[in-house]
């Protein structure tokens, strides 16, 4: 039957430019990237969206989404969000960042933009490794994970222990809302959509800062199949990150 | 009846529509896309519920949906 008359029931988002990514095969990244359009779409924003891309796969953020995008330096996303958002309040501002980009050398902008409960979304992508340089530790690589600077796994004694950025803010007061979730299976994606259309919601409303950490599978650094990763990040990875809400504010009575 | 498109030019072959997809509609083509992956193809129609479950967890945006 021709589509032509039927009711299309999910369409590529707008807000994503036709054009391939260069994202590894089953990489969570990827699925993000659709998640932001779809949201971008459904929210009606993308007229004053401007994304911020960081260092890392997700680099190339500005070639993937149909709507402004600025690039910041390693680790720089929350003081160049910030600084957007205070001069462009109307902006809607979507700031993203890997695990080595946002826990390791951009540690202190992202403590202090959520102290400051900057009004803008974070979309923080924890994927146990540094990616694009080709799999060196992360501050977020689990206790006995190898990596190419950790060959023999993590050891605590030299390396440290996995930083947990969730509880981490959750210490401060600033934050609006805190949640981890992951893109492993069809229900964890619902989930985690939901979550960031709760960021974007709050900004939107003006109430502060939001970030949502995803849980990523990175097979290609894993070094291992696509499927294997997936499981991986539900059986071995949440164990060290706990799924979950860690601030709601828009909850609390 | 529900079915879904494929622009199969940006498949990567992870193989995550087919391992999620409840029906069992797709498996990979025996043709290689440019990209030289196997791309996904619908291999039983007439299964489809347009669910959009492989839309959703298709890192690639390859499929639309309809129904
Ligand atoms: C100032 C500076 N230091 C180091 C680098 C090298 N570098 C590029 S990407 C990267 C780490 C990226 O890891 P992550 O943030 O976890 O993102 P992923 O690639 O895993 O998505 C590093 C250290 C750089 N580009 N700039
Ligand atoms: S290296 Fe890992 S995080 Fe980077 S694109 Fe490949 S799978 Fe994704
Ligand atoms: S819409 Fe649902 S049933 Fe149809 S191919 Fe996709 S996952 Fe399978
Ligand atoms: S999920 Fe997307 S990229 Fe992966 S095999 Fe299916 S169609 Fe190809």
Redesign the pocket.
């Given at each position: 039957m021709s589509t032509e008359t039927m009711k299309k029931v999910y369409s590529i988002p707008e807000s994503l430019r036709n054009r391939p990514h260069h994202y590894c095969p089953g990489c969570g990244?990827g699925i993000v990237l659709s998640i932001v359009g779809e949201l971008v779409d459904e929210l009606g924003v993308r007229d004053r969206a401007v994304g911020i891309a960081?260092?890392?796969?997700?680099?190339f953020l500005y070639e993937y989404y149909d709507f402004d995008c600025v690039q910041a330096?390693?680790?720089r996303a929350p003081a160049v969000a910030t600084g957007l958002k205070r001069a462009n309040p109307d902006l809607f501002v979507i700031s993203y960042?890997?695990?080595?980009?946002?826990a390791?050398?951009g540690t202190a902008e992202i403590i202090h933009a959520a102290n400051r409960s900057e009004n803008f979304s974070t979309i923080f992508?924890n994927?146990a490794?540094?990616?694009?340089?080709g799999g060196?530790m992360?501050p977020?690589t689990l206790l006995g994970q190898k990596s190419q600077t950790t060959p023999y796994g993590r050891n605590p004694n030299t390396d440290g222990f996995p930083v947990r950025v969730c509880e981490l803010l959750n210490s401060l007061e600033g934050p609006y809302y805190l949640e981890r979730v992951c893109v492993a299976t069809p229900q964890d994606r619902v989930k985690a959509k939901k979550a960031i259309k709760k960021a974007f919601t709050y900004q939107l409303e003006g109430k502060g800062f939001s970030l949502v950490e995803v849980l990523?599978q990175?097979p290609t650094?894993w070094g291992m199949s696509v499927l294997d990763s997936v499981k991986w990040v539900k059986e071995v990875m949440a164990q060290t990150f706990p799924l979950g809400v860690f601030r709601d504010k828009g909850q609390q009575k | 009846m529900p079915k879904v498109t494929i622009r199969e030019e940006r498949c990567k072959a992870c193989g995550l529509c087919i391992h999620y997809c409840p029906k069992g509609v797709l498996g990979p083509s025996e043709k290689f896309n440019a990209k030289g992956y196997h791309p996904t193809e619908v291999k039983h129609p007439e299964k489809c519920i347009g669910c959009t479950i492989c839309a959703q967890v298709c890192p690639d945006q390859v499929f639309e949906v309809y129904r």
């Open positions: 990244h960081p260092v890392g796969c997700s680099v330096a390693h680790g960042q890997g695990d080595g980009d946002l390791a050398i992508i994927n490794i540094y990616g694009m340089t060196q992360a977020t990523s990175c650094n | -």
